[in-house]
């Protein structure tokens, strides 16, 4: 697994797997609430079929893209042979193919299960998906890349799943093109993820600057992953509400959906504040600065106090936004809400811990 290309494909993999995950979930916890899903595999809706088609099309479309632009990458800076390129791709798609199947297995499981015992999913089910994922796509890129490098025979292995998943994707196009709700998912998802990549790409390099200076103190570069993906799941909670509180009531303002998600958020603000302070003691003991906790603490905290909000109104502009121009908000709180959450709690954990220190 030495090749430059696996690293840098890893990354991209991730964050387009989020994505997806982000819209796929957020359609179903939609549409469990105002009834447009039902909560069972079998024997399920048109909007439902129509959903899962479009996730097909769309993870292949941007695993030939991914591993296409990988492959121009490694070609360019690396010195692969050309030769490779289908290669690159197959394992791209490869990847692609089982993280559909497992995440949206378990996104509809968790879905369904949530939706039975009497719980919204909207409370539910990204946060726990949006963790989840990350684990299980990883698991599956170390599988496809130990394949891949296992020799003629993994790779071709990997050749018969790009094909399987060819024939699916081809199917998918063919059974939903004649219908409207399968096309515009295609077009805003499409629209959605290309934006996410886009604001990644932007802020990278500005937010790795800032990343070195966070770094600089233990505590809080060890709980870093965990505060970022808590403000996102927090603001994940307002978004998901948000978009099921539109779909039942139709157009609103940003002012009546703030009300009206209040709750949600109030008591999903409240919990992370718990789970800062919480971060903050065992961070600081994992970093071996016990001493740091009540300093560690006190930056979380008033990390938490800015960038909860802040996310929240962001994710819930995003959906007036999206309601707005006629598209479905689904399609993109959580692919840009967790992106944007990624790059606005850096920059908040950056200006708090240079203020912090000693002049």
Excluded at 83 to 95: G, M
Excluded at 120 to 142: H, Q
């Amino acid at each position: 697994m030495a090749a430059p290309w696996v690293i840098a494909l890893y990354p991209i993999v991730l964050s387009t797997r989020g994505a997806l995950t982000g819209i796929y979930c957020g359609r179903l916890s939609t549409g469990l609430n105002i009834g447009s899903i039902k909560p069972r595999f079998r024997g399920n809706t048109e909007t439902l079929w129509m959903l899962r088609a479009a996730l097909v099309t769309l993870t292949y479309v941007k695993g030939v893209f991914v591993g296409a632009t990988i492959s121009l990458i490694a070609m360019m800076l690396w010195g692969t042979p050309p030769r490779e390129a289908p290669d690159i791709v197959a394992a791209s798609l490869s990847v692609s193919a089982f993280s559909l199947a497992v995440s949206m297995g378990l996104s509809e499981a968790s879905a369904y299960t949530a939706y039975r015992r009497g719980w919204d999913p909207d409370l539910v089910l990204y946060p726990v998906m949006s963790t989840v994922a990350d684990v299980l796509v990883t698991m599956i890129f170390m599988g496809v890349m130990y394949v891949y490098f296992s020799g003629p025979f993994g790779r071709g292995l990997l050749y018969a799943v790009t094909a399987a998943f060819t024939a699916a994707a081809a199917f998918t196009v063919y059974a939903g093109w004649g219908e409207r709700a399968y096309r515009e998912t295609m077009e805003q998802s499409l629209l959605s993820v290309t934006l996410a990549s886009l604001i990644t790409n932007a802020t990278g390099y500005f937010l790795k600057g800032i990343s070195d200076v966070v770094e600089r103190s233990r505590p809080i570069y060890t709980a870093y992953p965990a505060v970022t993906d808590t403000v996102g799941d927090v603001a994940s909670i307002a978004g998901s509400a948000a978009t099921t509180r539109l779909a039942v009531r139709g157009a609103a303002g940003l002012r009546e959906l703030v009300y009206s998600v209040a709750p949600e958020a109030v008591s999903g603000w409240l919990v992370s504040a718990a789970m800062f302070a919480a971060y903050a003691v065992i961070a600081s003991l994992a970093a071996g600065e016990p001493w740091a906790a009540p300093g560690v603490a006190v930056l979380l905290l008033a990390a938490n106090l800015v960038a909860v909000p802040v996310m929240v109104a962001v994710s819930l502009g995003i959906a007036v936004g999206a309601q707005r121009m006629g598209w479905d908000p689904d399609n993109f709180v959580n692919p840009l809400e967790t992106t944007l959450t990624d790059a606005a709690t850096t920059f908040i954990l950056y200006l708090l811990v240079s203020a912090a220190r000693p002049a």
